[in-house]
């Protein structure tokens, strides 16, 4: 609907004195709101039923410049200490709310700064400055550029007198509106603690801030805060919708499955960093068993899916007749003393195939490590109620004594082994690549 609105406190100078606008008519002479809240304490509704002079004002200027402002009187007549910031910080508030729960989108509030008393001004500058509501902050300067100094009777008020007089009637009287530019103090905290939370690694923290005050930031930076929420919960086909046509260059890894296994890797190490150190361990079982295939595929020629059939279920299970077309069925029955059993395939069936078929001692040393401590550690932390720390999984780490980091250190040599990304490289790094990005964008 596009209509302009106004919410004035009036104070001593509306609507005209000293032969000219008082802030009030000044912002309605220049901005022209369709509608204008009036604030009136006790003293000014006093002068309102007196001789109506700020409604009158209105009405004339509205005839002279061609434009009608429907006028609503927010009436205080029990309000008599106006020195009080409290209650107008309080007032103004609920009075503000009241008038945006019925504007839309296109609308636009305009408030005035430069009526009323010290504690009134005081209130709505603390309310521009925290940015609490949707408003556009008018201050008025006087005519002088200096504070007023001469004492001008306001008890006798003749309107028709008033206005004729007024000067700023004249086409050329300067306009003295200055639009506030307030520190929006309420922005510059949340957008700190978007990056705190960003730094962090809490991306579904920093987004759902970052909704509050979304107006406020670069495209850019809005839908990088929700790639970095999809990212960290591994929700690929989102990233790749909100990435479509833009170039942030956030995978390390760009094809299909190891992008999807690499990226997993990568939420690991948040976990390890940010200490979440139950979900680590029970994260490292799917990771080690996708691992593990790649090894088999890229250092013993080995297919998994030579040698099993998904169930129903999309599991993946040992297949008798795969196995011994693979010539590994009784190579499994050998590494378990004739105790192997077909079902599930698990870290440690692929450990001993590893074992049995690479001829690279430090990568089947590494194998043998991962599975050992996911054995150790996992079904512990999957299955009972316990506070994992990085004691706890020094604890369990048997003969070893592996700190998170330690196993986070074996998973990076393990993908280096599986060629999807080197140890070293820039991939590791990645989140805060992205982080780097994200707070650039932020400003």
Same mark, same amino acid.
């Given at each position: 609907m596009e209509k302009k609105i106004l919410f004035s406190p009036v104070g001593g100078t509306d609507p005209i004195k000293y032969l000219r606008d008082g802030s009030m008519l000044h912002i309605c002479r220049h901005y022209q709101p369709d509608l204008v809240y009036l604030y009136l304490s006790h003293e000014m509704?006093?002068?309102h039923r007196q001789d109506n002079r700020y409604v009158d004002a209105l009405e004339r200027l509205g005839r002279q410049i061609g434009h009608t402002f429907e006028i609503h009187l927010i009436e205080r007549d029990d309000l008599i200490d106006v020195q009080q910031y409290d209650i107008f910080y309080k007032d103004f508030r609920q009075e503000i709310q009241k008038i945006e729960q019925e504007m839309d989108n296109s609308d636009i509030l305009l408030l005035n700064m430069a009526s009323g008393t010290p504690a009134m001004k005081s209130a709505l500058l603390v309310m521009a400055t925290f940015a609490e509501y949707r408003f556009l902050p008018i201050q008025v300067s006087t005519p002088q550029k200096k504070m007023n100094k001469v004492y001008e009777d306001r008890d006798s008020f003749?309107?028709?007198?008033? /206005?004729?007089?007024?000067?700023?009637?004249? *086409?050329?009287?300067?306009?003295?509106?200055?639009?506030?530019?307030?520190?929006?103090?309420?922005?510059?905290?949340?957008?700190?603690?978007?990056?705190?939370?960003?730094? @962090?690694?809490?991306?579904?923290? @920093?987004?759902?801030?970052?909704?509050?005050?979304?107006?406020?930031?670069?495209?850019?930076? /809005?839908?990088?805060?929700?790639?970095?929420?999809?990212?960290?919960?591994?929700?690929?086909?989102?990233?790749?919708?909100?990435?479509?046509g833009k170039k942030y260059h956030i995978y390390p890894v760009k094809e299909g499955n190891n992008r999807k296994v690499f990226e997993y890797a990568l939420a690991l190490q948040i976990k390890v960093i940010k200490q979440d150190y139950a979900d680590f361990i029970r994260g490292i079982t799917p990771l080690t068993v996708d691992l593990l295939e790649y090894i088999l595929k890229s250092r013993c020629g080995i297919l998994l899916n030579d040698c099993c059939k998904k169930d129903q279920k999309g599991v993946m299970k040992w297949h008798e007749g795969k196995l011994k077309r693979a010539g590994l069925f009784?190579?499994? *029955?050998?590494?378990?003393?004739?105790?192997?059993?077909?079902?599930? &395939?698990?870290?440690?069936?692929?450990?001993?195939?590893?074992?049995?078929?690479?001829?690279?001692?430090?990568?089947? *040393?590494? &194998?043998?490590?991962?599975? *050992?401590?996911?054995?150790?550690?996992?079904?512990?932390?999957?299955?009972?109620?316990?506070?994992?720390?990085d004691q706890w999984i020094r604890e369990k780490t048997e003969g070893t004594a592996c700190s998170a980091l330690d196993i986070l250190k074996i998973i990076k040599q393990i993908v280096e082994f599986a060629g999807l990304a080197a140890e070293k490289s820039q991939a590791w790094n990645s989140y805060d690549c992205m982080n780097e990005k994200i707070t650039e964008y932020l400003g």
């Open positions: 509704m006093e002068y003749e309107n028709d007198l008033e /206005f004729a007089l007024n000067e700023d009637n004249a *086409q050329d009287a300067p306009n003295r509106c200055e639009e506030v530019k307030c520190l929006n103090l309420m922005k510059l905290i949340k957008m700190d603690a978007i990056k705190k939370h960003v730094l @962090a690694y809490d991306y579904p923290a @920093a987004l759902s801030v970052a909704k509050e005050i979304k107006e406020d930031l670069c495209e850019d930076a /809005f839908r990088l805060l929700q790639i970095a929420d999809a990212r960290i919960k591994l929700d690929h086909d989102k990233m790749n919708k909100l990435m479509a009784d190579l499994l *029955q050998e590494e378990y003393n004739g105790g192997f059993k077909l079902g599930p &395939v698990y870290a440690n069936h692929l450990e001993k195939l590893i074992a049995r078929k690479c001829g690279d001692d430090r990568l089947c *040393q590494k &194998v043998k490590a991962i599975t *050992q401590i996911e054995s150790q550690v996992r079904n512990v932390a999957a299955h009972e109620i316990v506070s994992v720390t």
